[in-house]
């Protein structure tokens, strides 16, 4: 599970798939930080939260994207800027 928010916004969950080793997150608002957290899980229960991560989007345009590529020991983030 991948749990993010904006700044003064509410969590959101998004469930990917268990083999998955990065993950893009769409429609998130330009210029703006957010802080994303991973869990794993499985039919046992969830894991621990690894460490909250702060990522920002660029500027000004009508599309950004959060590149989200995860480890065993790490989360890492990239941003994706595209104008329309």
Not at 1 to 16: L, S
Not at 55 to 73: D, Q
Request: aromatic share 14%; glycine share 8%.
């Amino acid at each position: 599970m991948i749990n993010y928010k904006r700044d003064h916004g509410d969590w959101e969950e998004m469930q990917i798939e268990a083999k998955a080793n990065s993950h893009t997150l769409h429609n998130l608002w330009c210029g703006t930080r957010y802080q994303l957290y991973i869990t794993a899980f499985n039919k046992i229960g969830t894991g621990l939260p690894c460490d909250i991560v702060n990522a920002y989007t660029k500027g000004s345009g009508t599309v950004n994207h959060l590149y989200v590529s995860f480890g065993v020991n790490y989360v890492a983030f990239s941003t994706v800027k595209a104008k329309y």
